[in-house]
């Protein structure tokens, strides 16, 4: 994969915006720029509107109140939570990834040019030889890897994941890790939710914590810090640091139980 070179300024500029399903407000007075070759992670707990801003800036849904930007001829790229695919559809490695062409064709009537790309990518992220399994046969971090080759097909400058790593083991998530980092230094920009403070979110270079509102933004050690966590996921949260990194530790005390001072 060459390095991706972007056109100067925000891939997606989200300015005041409020969405909400129904009469439930979900996000609100979101300001928020996706730079080129960014990498960002948004953290906070369930229910706190970080998948919904991931389909914001794809623009799968729209805002009830704010303005959302992109770059003219941006192309986006998204990969689901695993846990919501069909495991047993049934569809191998290399027709999975095909589906993903813009042109929308059969599988079977495929170009060549369009199965060379298919080859290409799942060579790139080192699962050619799986091509022709099928997914349901796959371990946890090659599942991951399929759906980032069927992302990466569609040569995006934006990828968003959704929980890239929710129901892995230390493993796979370091895998997932690496390669991400390695997509981020060719010119990738991604953007990807996560609840993983520890395993995930303290390795990123980016954090957003979200809880309806941006609570904060910056670099892990500017955002995992007990007050930015308790704002966010509503518990005390004691932070340590262990070889540069900052760590989690659950007081397991609601904020809500604890007295307040004065």
């Not at 060459?2 to 300015?15: E, I, M, W, Y």
């Not at 990498?39 to 805002?63: A, C, D, E, M």
Request: net charge neutral; hydrophobic share 40%; with cysteine.
């Amino acid at each position: 994969m060459n390095r991706l070179v972007s056109p100067p300024g925000p891939l997606v500029t989200v300015t005041g915006v409020s969405f909400g399903y129904d009469r439930t407000p979900v996000l609100l007075d979101i300001d928020y720029t996706v730079e080129p070759g960014e990498f960002t992670g948004i953290v906070g707990p369930s229910g706190s509107g970080k998948t919904s801003l991931l389909k914001l800036l794809l623009g799968t849904v729209r805002p009830q109140r704010g303005q959302i930007q992109r770059q003219p001829g941006l192309a986006v790229s998204y990969v689901p939570q695993l846990e919501t695919v069909n495991w047993s559809f049934p569809v191998t490695v290399a027709e999975c990834v095909l589906m993903s062409r813009s042109t929308r064709r059969l599988v079977p009537w495929a170009t060549a040019a369009e199965k060379a790309d298919v080859t290409a990518v799942l060579e790139r992220l080192g699962i050619a030889e799986l091509a022709g399994r099928h997914i349901r046969e796959l371990s946890g971090g090659q599942q991951q890897r399929m759906f980032i080759a069927r992302a990466l097909l569609r040569r995006p400058r934006l990828l968003l994941m959704d929980e890239p790593t929710s129901g892995v083991d230390i493993g796979t998530r370091h895998e997932v890790l690496h390669l991400l980092d390695d997509l981020n230094r060719e010119g990738l920009a991604i953007v990807l939710t996560t609840h993983d403070l520890n395993g995930m979110a303290a390795h990123l270079p980016h954090l957003v914590a979200l809880q309806r509102r941006i609570i904060a933004a910056g670099a892990p050690r500017e955002v995992i810090v007990p007050e930015v966590l308790e704002q966010t996921f509503g518990a005390r949260m004691d932070v340590l640091q262990h070889l540069g990194m900052p760590v989690v530790v659950d007081s397991g005390e609601p904020a809500q139980l604890r007295p307040v001072a004065g």
